[in-house]
């Protein structure tokens, strides 16, 4: 993966500057701001006139391309709108009409220019921090398994940004430098997540997981293997890959951003790198999309990867289940019982809700580390689909302050979530005349029964969990998004005191 460079630095004068392309905001103004008007100036009247012809209005999510003058190759006017009444919602649209438009561009290098910006801007570190972040994810693009001649071309390699009359330009630095880190960590995410099932096995996750705790000092990575799980009874966990030639893996990553004494934070990832259903199997029609089924546990690296990058001053625990969920004559059956660490007994009714049967004993062992919160992440549900479609991560959880640190925080980075209930109601339709619980509910409210079998995993913790079979992959263009990485981060900043 090419990584782009974005900084923050002040710009010389207009006659001075040399780009291959100068973007320019512009807000919905009246009249040109005086920096507008001289390089409107420079390039001979162009700018007015693409105003004054329709060309380009500075409404928000407007862009046209200029021919450059002088030093500046060419010019991209990017309409701010009313950039007083800014939200995250405008911002985001902005910094991605600018991302796409840029990173499509032949330029190789370019200057994001604030200058035109005059008047008050709601929130500058949000506005620049989302720039760095669209950015980032825009220049993105999945090459692993093609050939060169289908790469589509990314001259894009530099990205300056002028903080101009918005902030400081250590403000700026440090604005775009989260926006930055968080692409990245989101784009770790996606680059995992898309891979296919035959490269990305529960064995290749572990190796990465040793690549990133060598990307960064205060990471580290042990794994336990499948005789190691069985010695602590994760006999949930391990019956989803009897049927799979690929073992199972339990990759615990730890970063330590404070002091060794201080109480974690633990992310616990669903980490089923193929889901064809099992002996439950699931129909042919896009099951190659059930590859993107380790969505959690990616995200747990994007998080880590991004955390670690801005130095949270936190401790972090990520808990990765990794399996791969197969049918065979070895194979979990219908009505099997099998034990989890945590001693409950558990009928497996379907052999397709095995999201819930490796992250219940990755739970119960994520109690050791003594967590403050746990927040687990998993492509856990179809019915999550139907309840909010792609837009929303689902949040269930035990605890009301933890849930709403994560709704707010879907908010802050507009990488929003919706809160499900799990009353004792729900729970019910989980009982078993021949274990301790079931796996699957059979009366209605599918993400949220789910979410009730993993409740009784985290009695002794506040816990939350998020289901992202929605958020975490697009069906057309196919692809992860990286979801739910800047919600995480988001929550993870506001836990470590970041403003
Ligand atoms: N991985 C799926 C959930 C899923 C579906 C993710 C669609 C992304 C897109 C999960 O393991 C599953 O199969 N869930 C079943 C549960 C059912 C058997 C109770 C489902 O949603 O159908
Ligand atoms: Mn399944
Ligand atoms: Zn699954």
Same mark, same amino acid.
């Given at each position: ?162 903080? !101009?009359? =918005?902030?400081?330009? *250590? $403000? ?5 430098? %989260?926006? /930055? ?5 989101? &784009? ?48 949930s ?31 616990v990832?669903k ?9 439950s ?15 959690g546990?990616?995200?747990?690296? !994007?998080? =880590?990867?991004?955390? *670690? $990058? ?5 401790? %972090?625990? /990520? ?5 791969? &969920? ?8 219908p009505?099997?019982v099998v034990?989890s660490?945590s001693?409950k007994t558990i009928e497996v009714l379907n052999t397709d809700a095995e999201g819930r049967l490796v992250l219940c004993d990755a739970l119960t ?8 919160e746990v927040v687990d992440i998993a492509t856990l549900t179809g019915a999550i689909i139907v309840a909010l479609g792609?837009?929303a991560t689902g949040i269930f959880s035990n605890d009301d302050h933890l849930a709403n640190?994560l709704i ?9 979530g919706w809160r499900f209930p799990i009353w004792d109601e729900y729970h019910r339709q989980l009982d078993s005349p021949f274990a301790d619980l079931a796996n699957i509910g059979a009366g209605g409210a599918g993400s949220i029964t789910a979410a009730c079998f993993l409740a009784q995993f985290a009695e002794d913790y506040k816990w939350a969990h998020l289901d992202i079979a929605g958020s ?28």
């Amino acid at each position: 993966m090419a990584s782009l460079s974005i900084t923050a630095r002040t710009a010389n004068t207009i006659g001075q500057i040399k780009t291959q392309a100068l973007v320019a905001l512009v807000p919905d103004k009246k009249t040109l701001a005086p920096s507008l008007k001289a390089l409107d100036k420079l390039l001979g009247g162009t700018i007015t006139n693409a105003m004054k012809n329709g060309d380009f209005s500075s409404s928000l999510g407007s862009h046209h391309w200029l021919p450059g003058s002088a030093g500046v190759q060419r010019v991209l006017l990017i309409g701010c709108g009313d950039i007083g009444g800014q939200t995250v919602s405008s911002a985001k649209k902005l910094a991605e009409t600018l991302a796409r438009s840029l990173v499509s561009s032949q330029a190789r290098d370019a200057l994001v220019w604030t200058d035109g910006l005059t008047g008050k801007v709601r929130d500058a570190s949000m506005l620049l921090e989302q720039i760095a972040l669209q950015l980032t994810l825009a220049h993105y693009q999945y090459e692993h398994t093609l050939n060169q001649r289908k790469k589509p071309a990314r001259p894009l390699k530099r990205v300056a940004v002028s903080p !101009g009359n =918005l902030c400081s330009l *250590a $403000e700026a630095k440090r604005s775009v430098a %989260i926006g /930055g880190a968080t692409g990245q960590g989101a &784009n770790l995410t996606r680059e995992l997540v898309n891979l296919p099932g035959n490269i990305c096995t529960p064995k290749y996750l572990s190796g990465q997981a040793r690549k990133l705790a060598r990307m960064h000092s205060k990471l580290s990575v042990s794994v336990l293997n499948e005789q190691q799980m069985a010695s602590l009874g994760m006999h949930s966990l391990l019956s989803v890959g009897n049927g799979s030639d690929q073992p199972s893996q339990l990759i615990v990553m730890k970063y330590q951003g404070a002091s060794a004494k201080t109480r974690p934070y633990c992310l616990v990832g669903k980490g089923i790198t193929f889901d064809t259903g099992g002996i439950s199997l699931k129909p042919g029609g896009k099951m190659d999309e059930m590859k993107f089924d380790m969505g959690g546990a990616g995200s747990v690296f !994007g998080a =880590l990867h991004a955390a *670690a $990058e801005m130095a949270l001053p936190i401790n %972090i625990v /990520g808990v990765i289940a990794a399996a791969e &969920n197969m049918p065979s004559g070895r194979a979990t059956k219908p009505g099997d019982v099998v034990t989890s660490m945590s001693g409950k007994t558990i009928e497996v009714l379907n052999t397709d809700a095995e999201g819930r049967l490796v992250l219940c004993d990755a739970l119960t062992y994520a109690a050791r580390f003594e967590p403050i919160e746990v927040v687990d992440i998993a492509t856990l549900t179809g019915a999550i689909i139907v309840a909010l479609g792609h837009e929303a991560t689902g949040i269930f959880s035990n605890d009301d302050h933890l849930a709403n640190s994560l709704i707010s925080a879907g908010e802050r980075s507009h990488d929003r979530g919706w809160r499900f209930p799990i009353w004792d109601e729900y729970h019910r339709q989980l009982d078993s005349p021949f274990a301790d619980l079931a796996n699957i509910g059979a009366g209605g409210a599918g993400s949220i029964t789910a979410a009730c079998f993993l409740a009784q995993f985290a009695e002794d913790y506040k816990w939350a969990h998020l289901d992202i079979a929605g958020s975490a992959f697009r069906s057309a263009p196919k692809g992860a998004t990286g979801r739910p990485v800047p919600l995480l981060i988001a929550y993870l900043r506001e836990r470590a005191g970041h403003s």
